[in-house]
């Protein structure tokens, strides 16, 4: 009884931990905006905490440089489970237009699994609250399914992971 | 404390070869090869190890206090250093050292221009030259696991490891 | 007294890129503070040598997403001095319209982020909905809220319809009053005032030894701008005032830039108001000749220096980056000697970085060898409570 509160109140209210790989800053300010009137995120649930321990989703930007690779992974280790991660934009997903450079590991899910991409150069940001709204839809599927197992059965899964 | 506008210009006139002439005059032929190169760009040659004498008489005695930006350069059979210094009416003067590659060392100018503390670290990391008397000489853009003796921007310089499996270059 | 060293570690919770400070500490106050800037490091020079010009516009765009314009026209107008190429009039006006638009939409957004790191959340709210009029109006011209890739090389991509710009004069006009209300705020609100005045003192010699730009060097005094001093794109030809504060410290440079929202909006509306005629671009070569030219630009940050060499091929040979937050960062060093822990976030905030505040501080304590972590939101919560308790603020 509790754990499906517990389920639903994370559902509701999604706590978000925002971290940036080496980005240029766009999906960065464009998320920030969401905080704001205009987009107002906050009569979503979403907050944005400071610390690992407490946040259900990870949302990162950024080509994941070199330097940050192994500070993503362990912040990435630090979350309890169940987490859920956001790759923003173009980067996220590939390394964007800083794919090859030397001090780019290029693509977020090489370095931790991605639940979610957002694409864009940055997204728009009603397009980042779409990827919010899909990861909630991915946490009550998980949540009747006993988990994420379910999903290494979905060819996309298997296909889409690098990790 | 005062605040507000200065005074509105059209666009200044074009005083390098007027500074030509200047740089002439107090510096002799310090600064070789010095010509106009564009519309407010001069530019010129410098031994490596008259840097800081030229650079200090610049920032003294021509007024060129402010050391725009710092560039390492890979020409191929050498490598350099070139300054740009703002000169007035928007000028800016490009010096150029040049460096032999297999030993490119020549004085810090950070005791004339402190601001060149962090460009210096930077053409250091990128292409290996060595600022001698430097006040603090670590990597400034390379994280900590980036090998020693790997310099980037060297043209000869080739990327392996995860990094460069798509490298362009 | 032991000397502690505070490591101030790489991530912030709502906003832009990493840096990493070491703060050495004698009990409150700050004795040097050291700083990583290796989070954020791509490659991008290394990758504007293999890429055509073209391609290298859009990588070099992206440098910053904040000031993605200063970059992309910095370089554009570079490579065009060494081809050889003239902007005609209309192209270099756009230019010039998106560029102070982009400085009032970083002015803004720097506002807000200053008031976020001083408690002061309602004046973060206020700029960020004006700066929302902003992102609309770049959207129109350019079709994207951010990295708006309106040049190409030769001009911009992209024409302003006459019913554009009636609609950008409008928007243009509830901006001057907002900006005259950001005016009189920043000389009325506790707040602002207790957190700004006096604080990260920096003389003007210092400033210009230190080779800071912008407003950062402007409110030392130091009457600098690249737009009036080495005119570019459309500045040669349009009433430019270029504002300095002699107050020499985050005042100084928070009133620099409130005063250049002012004058921008003023900028946009000349230019919107007195647009030329004409094409947008002029045809630009695939290959540009040997040579090497500086090209600058005053971004919102400040002066901007992009080293361009050529050398006969459809590829520049160097492109050498020197950003002015590389440039204001020896300013923020000596600006906090001195000063408090408190004061950290406000005096690197001061310099509008562009590089996100790290939210991990590390904390060092030499004496012992002990290490413990803090978040960067408890360094501004610690500012905030510290100006509380000692100030009455609210």
Same mark, same amino acid.
């Given at each position: 009884m509790f754990e499906r509160l517990v389920r639903w109140a994370r559902r509701k209210s999604p706590w978000i931990l925002l971290f940036n790989? $080496?980005?240029?800053n766009a999906c960065d300010i464009e998320i920030l905006s969401l905080?704001?009137? %205009?987009?107002?995120?906050? %009569?979503? $649930?979403v907050l944005a905490k400071g610390t690992p321990r407490h946040a259900d989703i990870l949302v990162i930007t950024g080509p994941v440089t070199l330097k940050q690779s192994e500070r993503l992974r362990r912040i990435y280790d630090q979350m309890p489970d169940p987490k859920y991660v956001i790759a923003m934009g173009a980067c996220g997903a590939s390394g964007g237009i800083f794919e090859g450079l030397y001090h780019v590991v290029g693509g977020v899910d090489k370095v931790v699994p991605v639940d979610v991409w957002v694409a864009g150069c940055p997204p728009r940001p009603d397009e980042i609250v779409d990827g919010i709204l899909k990861v909630q839809q991915l946490m009550e599927e998980d949540a009747k399914r006993g988990g994420r197992e379910w999903r290494r059965g979905q060819p996309v899964y298997a296909t889409a992971q690098r990790t | 404390m005062a605040a507000g506008p200065a005074r509105v210009r059209h666009g200044p006139e074009d005083v390098a070869p007027e500074i030509v002439r200047e740089l002439s005059e107090r510096l002799?032929? /310090?600064? /070789?090869?010095?010509?106009?190169? /564009?519309?407010r760009r001069l530019a010129g040659t410098v031994p490596a190890d008259d840097v800081r004498t030229v650079l200090r008489a610049l920032r003294d005695d021509l007024g060129c206090r402010h050391l725009s930006a710092l560039s390492g350069v890979d020409r191929g059979a050498t490598l350099a250093v070139v300054y740009h210094l703002a000169a007035r009416g928007g000028t800016v003067l490009s010096l150029t050292v040049s460096l032999p590659r297999d030993a490119p060392r020549l004085p810090s100018v950070t005791e004339v221009f402190p601001a060149a503390n962090l460009y210096e670290r930077e053409v250091h990391d990128l292409f290996g030259i060595v600022f001698e008397g430097h006040p603090d000489p670590r990597p400034l853009l390379l994280y900590e696991g980036w090998p020693e003796g790997e310099f980037p921007l060297r043209k000869d310089w080739k990327p392996r490891g995860r990094e460069g499996t798509n490298a362009r270059g | 007294m032991p000397e502690v060293e505070l490591p101030i570690g790489p991530q912030h919770p709502a906003l832009k890129e990493p840096v990493s400070f070491r703060v050495l500490v004698d009990g409150e106050r700050i004795v040097r503070l050291d700083l990583d800037v290796s989070y954020n490091h791509r490659g991008v020079e290394k990758g504007a040598e293999g890429r055509e010009f073209p391609k290298a516009l859009y990588l070099i765009e992206r440098i910053c997403g904040i000031c993605s314009h200063a970059h992309a026209t910095n370089f554009a107008k570079g490579v065009e001095a060494l081809m050889g190429v003239t902007v005609p009039p209309r192209g270099q006006w756009i230019r010039t319209l998106v560029a102070e638009l982009e400085r009032l939409h970083s002015h803004l957004l720097w506002l807000g982020v200053l008031a976020h790191e001083i408690g002061y959340n309602t004046l973060f709210m206020y700029t960020w909905r004006d700066r929302e009029t902003i992102q609309d109006l770049l959207e129109e011209i350019s079709g994207n809220r951010v990295n708006y890739g309106m040049n190409r090389l030769g001009g911009v991509r992209r024409d302003v319809s006459d019913d554009l710009r009636s609609r950008a004069l409008e928007g243009l006009r509830g901006l001057a009053d907002r900006a005259g209300f950001y005016s009189r705020i920043i000389r009325e609100e506790q707040t602002l005032l207790v957190r700004t005045r006096g604080v990260g003192r920096l003389p003007r010699d210092r400033a210009i030894a230190l080779g800071a730009v912008g407003p950062t060097a402007r409110g030392s005094?130091?009457?600098?701008d690249v737009r009036r001093d080495d005119p570019y794109v459309a500045y040669g030809d349009v009433p430019l005032h270029v504002m300095t504060s002699s107050a020499s410290d985050v005042f100084g440079r928070l009133e620099v830039r409130v005063r250049e929202i002012e004058e921008s909006v003023r900028l946009c509306t000349h230019l919107l108001e007195n647009l030329p005629s004409g094409d947008i671009a002029a045809k630009a070569p695939r290959v540009a000749p040997q040579g090497a030219y500086v090209s600058r630009y005053e971004a919102p940050r400040g002066e901007l220096v992009h080293y361009i060499r050529t050398n006969g091929t459809d590829k520049a040979d160097r492109v050498s980056v020197r950003t002015p937050t590389l440039a204001n960062w020896l300013s923020v060093v000596e600006a906090i000697q001195g000063r408090v822990i408190a004061d950290i976030p406000v005096v690197v905030a001061a310099i509008d970085p562009c590089l996100s505040c790290t939210s991990r501080t590390t904390f060092v304590d030499t004496g012992t060898g002990d290490r413990s972590a803090m978040e960067w939101d408890d360094l501004v919560a610690y500012g905030i409570r510290y100006y509380r308790e000692r100030e009455g603020l609210p």
């Open positions: 790989s $080496g980005a240029c905080l704001t009137p %205009r987009f107002d995120v906050e %009569r979503l $649930g | 002799g032929g /310090a600064i /070789a090869e010095l010509r106009q190169t /564009a519309p | 005094g130091v009457d600098f």
